[in-house]
T-cell receptor, first 112, second 115 residues
Framework: DVKVTQSSRYLVKRTGEKVFLECVQD?????MFWYRQDPGLGLRLIYF???????EKGDIPEGYSVSREKKERFSLILESASTNQTSMYLC???????????FGAGTRLSVL | AQTVTQSQPEMSVQEAETVTLSCTYD???????LFWYKQPPSRQMILVIR??????QNATENRFSVNFQKAAKSFSLKISDSQLGDTAMYFC????????????FGTGTRLTIIP
């Protein structure tokens, strides 16, 4: 079974803090993704990475950056957290011919 | 750009009944994949079913089946003999066969199975 692990289930941060969300996958997948999930908006892609050190902006990259130094790990960084970044963040990985994305359990981030 | 529309924000059905969740999409691509994902309350998102656009036969997985109408750009999910464990958010998603690897998601349907 594919395992995608997000480092925290719940996180509370203050406005202006630098926030790191970590994601690790154990299936040697090339592609990894960060989504933001908000009620009524579904999942929106923030960034994705198709290889180590490679990244592409998704639909809502503003206020976020990412890092992929190793194939199994993909980090989402909020350089200066703001209250409008309070949300559920989902990480996913994908590899192989079936084009299936496997998701982590999510991190619910509250920025106060 | 692709769009995915789920027009039913919430649905509820009695246990053991059949329910159909709707999804329409818009694309100019000819080859693509469609997915239904399930997100139970406070639990991980998992794949329910996957359809390849070039396959005419509708995908089935046990009690879950799809009605894929390529010309109408419609991809509905049917859940037969619904169970309490089917209570979840259901997301429809689209992926083009070529180009980047991103999924486009609909806004979701919250399904509640009533005992």
């Amino acid at each position: 079974d594919v395992k995608v692990t997000q480092s925290s289930r719940y996180l509370v941060k203050r406005t202006g803090e630098k926030v790191f969300l970590e994601c690790v996958q154990d299936m040697d997948h090339e592609n990894m993704f960060w989504y933001r999930q908000d009620p009524g908006l579904g999942l929106r892609l923030i960034y994705f990475s198709y290889d180590v050190k490679m990244k592409e902006k998704g639909d809502i990259p503003e206020g976020y950056s990412v890092s992929r130094e190793k194939k199994e790990r993909f980090s989402l960084i909020l350089e200066s957290a703001s209250t409008n970044q309070t949300s559920m963040y989902l990480c996913a990985s994908m590899g192989g011919a079936k084009n299936i994305q496997y998701f982590g359990a999510g991190t619910r981030l509250s920025v106060l | 750009a692709q769009t995915v529309t789920q027009s039913q924000p919430e649905m509820s059905v009695q246990e053991a009944e059949t329910v159909t969740l709707s999804c329409t999409y818009d694309t100019s691509e000819n080859n693509y994949y469609l997915f239904w994902y399930k997100q139970p309350p406070s639990r991980q998102m998992i794949l329910v079913i996957r359809q390849e656009a070039y396959k005419q036969q509708n995908a089935t997985e046990n009690r879950f089946s799809v009605n894929f109408q390529k010309a109408a750009k419609s991809f509905s999910l049917k859940i037969s003999d619904s169970q309490l464990g089917d209570t979840a958010m259901y997301f429809c998603a689209f992926k083009a066969d070529f180009g980047n690897e991103k999924l486009t998601f609909g806004t979701g349907t919250r399904l509640t199975i009533i005992p």
